[in-house]
Structures are given as structure tokens and as C-alpha cells.
């Protein structure tokens, strides 16, 4: 059985081989640093597993050039890079890792948050400069803000404990109501364009489907506060960027925007206001 994991850091490649050593497996394994794709799908042709993170694209086109293949596991919990629907129609079976980072995703929000909270940006380029002025540098309290999470599943779970730990009010937008959450958490169950108009802090954990595509856009954006922080650590399509250079462009969103992931890379490659040391955005 030929097995290849794409995408695969050097460290990873170490810990993995260990693994399959330690397991005695008896396994044709390889790795490869790129992801696959309709561009080297040729390369591949007589793999069984193909083991990937979410830089692969395994859509109709690509699996049909996968004769052999019985197997697709995404190391991610998110699988919208795999056509899903044909892989089942083709026999081949898809897993992924519905808990992957649920701590380290949810501590990496709060990184931006406080981050853009205390304006670590402006401070670290100010003082590596040898500037040592502090105005314009004065941060806000967590404390008494209200929080609003899209998405109260694993990672959203996560956030909101954290969030509660900083004294935080906490909105939810969900499709399921968690007693546990209201009862433990005092969360409070609101929709969607409430927890924009009320929250101080936006924070995306959903997954990617046709029904979060823009989940936040140029028509919903514009409810939230004018000093609002916007978080996005789940898919880059769940937030409509262009909505959010327009809106930093009209001095909206002045509590900053901090982005993990986003969709249309070129957009902010090219958008030149971005690069300004006087807005609040962060792509990390």
C-alpha cells in the first residue's frame, strides 16, 4: 500500500517516521513539503492515501486522476479543500481530525485579541525604531467587554472559557444551544446581526460551506460598532475581505482586525492602505 502525506514540515516528517516506526507498520510511506493539486496530480497517479492538510485541493478532477485511491485524510478539521460528495461516489473514504487545535486555536485568538487590545503592532515597530513615545499606544480593558462568537463548537467552546476567564460578557450565534454554556458561562443565545450590533469583539469558528460564505460582508459589517475588533481564525471565505479594507478605510473597525486566514491573498498583497503603521490590522 502506497501512502503519501502532502504538505509535511521537517519536524513533522521526524515525529511521523518515529510513529510508523514505533507501530511497525508495513507501509510504502512518503512525504512531500507541497500540497497536491490538479498541477502535479500526474505525480502521484499510483498512490493509495493521500494524507493532507488544507493547501491540497482533492476536488473531481484531481481524484479522477487517483485510480488507486482508497483513502483521504485531512489533517485538519475543516475539509472543504476535498470534494467530498464524488470521493463517496467513487468509494474512496474521507476522514479529518474534528479536534484538532481546539486549545491552540482558541489561545491563538486571544494572541490577536490581545494583541490588537494592546496595540502590540504600533509598539514593537515604534520601539525598534529606538521611538519611545507613548502616545497613541494606550490599550483597553478585556474586562467588561462583550465578546461575540460565531460558531460555539469545539474551538468556540475554548473561546468562550477563556473569554469568561477575563470577565468578559459573551454572545453566541449558533445553530444549537448549549445549556451547559448559559448555565456555566452565562452566555447569552442572540442572532447574528444582534451579536454584530452588541459585541465589541467579533470572533469567527466555523466551518467553510456554501452557507458561511461572507458570513460577514459589506451589507452586515457596517451594523457593528464603529471601534469593533474583528477575528477571524477560521476560513478565509467565512469573511468577505473586501468588506473589511472598505471598512477600515472609513474609520470603522477601529478596534482592529486580526487575520489568520483569508481568501484572495492578492487583494492585501496589492492593497497598499493596508500597509499603513496606523491601521489596526494583523495577518499573521
Known sequence: MK??????????????????????????????????????VNIYKDIDVAIVFIYSKLNKDVIEKLPNLKLIITRSTGYDHIDVEYASKKG???????GYGNNTVAEYTFALILALARKFKPMIERTSKGIFARDGLTGIDLMGKTIGVIGAGRIGKHVIRIAYGFGMKIL???RFKDQELIDKYGVEYVGLEDLLRMSDIVTLHVPYSKSTHHLINRFNIKLMKLDAMLINTSRGPVV???????????????????????EAEEILIEEEYLKRDDIPAIKL
Do not use: S
Open 92 to 98: 474512496i473514504t474521507v476522514c479529518n481530525v474534528p
Open 240 to 262: 468577505e475581505i473586501e468588506a473589511v479594507v472598505q471598512a477600515l478605510k472609513e474609520g470603522r473597525l477601529a478596534g482592529g482586525v486580526g487575520l489568520d486566514t483569508f
Open 172 to 174: 453566541v450565534y449558533d
Open 3 to 40: 501512502v503519501h502525506f502532502f504538505e509535511v514540515e521537517d519536524w513533522e516528517r521526524l515525529y511521523l517516521e518515529k510513529k510508523i516506526k514505533d507501530m511497525g507498520l508495513d507501509v510504502d510511506v512518503e512525504f512531500t513539503k507541497e500540497p497536491i493539486d490538479d498541477t502535479n
